[in-house]
C-alpha cells in the first residue's frame, strides 16, 4: 500500500511540476524534467544530515527553488554555449536547474565545503556540465583565469546589492551581465548600490519583477558590463562589509 501511494505521490509531483513551469512559459522536456527530480531527491536525502536548505515541502521546492531558478530563462540571456559563473551556489541554485534545462557550461563557487561536495555528486551522478569549486569569489575574481571570463554571473546570496555587485560584476565579460535574484522590494538596495556597481563597471540594465504562484514575490535585477573593472576590485569580504559602500 505504501508503495502504491508514493508511486501516486511521484506522479503528481511529476504533473506538479510541469504545470507549474509550463505556466511562465518555461518550457522542459522529459529528460529535464526527469534530471530536476532526480537532483530534488538527492538534495532531500543530503539535506538529512548537511544543511542545504530549510525548504523540505516539495510543493515550496518546486516555486521557491526550481521555479525561482529556471526564470532566468525568460530572460533570454541563458544562451546555449556560453558560460555561466554561479556565486555563492549553495545547494545548486539557480545553476544546478539552468544547467539542466539549458546546454551552458556552468562553474560555481562555493565557500563550504560539505556543499561543494554535494554539488560535485550531483554534477557526476546527473552527466551535467558543471564544475564546482570550494573557493571564495574575493579571491578567484583576482585571478586571469576567472577575471572578465563569464557571460552571465549569477547569485542568489542573502547579502546587500552593493556587496553582491563588487562580488560578481569582476568575473563577467564586457557586454555579459551579472543577474541577482531577489525580493521584489529593492528600490533601497539599487539607491544604494547605484554608484559601485558604475565603479565597478556596470550599469543597470533591466529589473524584472513577478509574482510566483500568487504569493513569492521576486525580482532579477540584471546589470550589464560596460567597462572593465579596476584593478582593486574586489576587495576582501571583510573591507566591504566593514566599510562604507564604495
Not at 558604475?198 to 532579477?220: D, F, S, V
Amino acid at each position: 500500500m505504501d508503495t502504491i501511494k508514493r508511486k501516486i505521490q511521484e506522479v503528481i509531483t511529476k504533473m506538479d511540476l510541469l504545470e507549474i513551469v509550463n505556466k511562465y512559459n518555461i518550457k522542459i522536456n522529459a529528460e529535464q524534467e526527469k534530471k530536476l527530480n532526480e537532483f530534488i531527491k538527492m538534495m532531500l536525502e543530503t539535506n538529512k544530515h548537511t544543511n542545504l536548505t530549510r525548504i523540505v515541502e516539495r510543493d515550496d521546492i518546486n516555486v521557491k527553488h526550481l521555479l525561482d531558478s529556471l526564470m532566468l530563462l525568460t530572460t533570454n540571456l541563458i544562451k546555449d554555449g556560453e558560460k555561466l559563473l554561479d556565486i555563492g551556489a549553495g545547494a545548486g541554485f539557480p545553476s544546478t536547474p539552468l544547467a539542466i534545462c539549458s546546454d551552458i557550461k556552468v562553474v560555481q563557487i562555493e565557500a563550504s565545503l560539505k556543499k561543494v561536495e554535494f554539488l560535485t555528486k550531483v554534477a557526476n551522478e546527473l552527466n551535467l556540465n558543471i564544475t564546482p569549486l570550494h573557493a571564495r569569489a574575493e579571491e578567484l575574481g583576482k585571478t586571469a583565469e576567472f577575471r572578465e571570463k563569464y557571460d552571465v554571473v549569477t547569485a542568489r546570496a542573502v547579502t546587500t546589492l552593493d556587496i553582491l555587485s563588487e562580488l560578481c560584476l569582476p568575473f563577467v565579460k564586457t557586454n555579459g551581465h551579472f543577474i541577482a535574484l531577489k525580493g521584489d522590494d529593492v528600490e533601497q538596495e539599487l539607491s544604494n548600490a547605484e554608484n559601485a556597481i558604475k565603479t565597478i563597471g556596470g550599469e543597470i540594465y533591466k529589473i524584472k519583477k513577478y509574482t510566483l504562484e500568487n504569493q513569492y514575490k521576486r525580482a532579477l535585477i540584471i546589470i550589464k558590463k560596460i567597462s572593465k573593472t579596476p584593478n582593486k576590485y574586489p576587495r576582501s569580504y571583510a573591507k566591504m562589509k566593514k566599510t562604507t559602500p564604495i
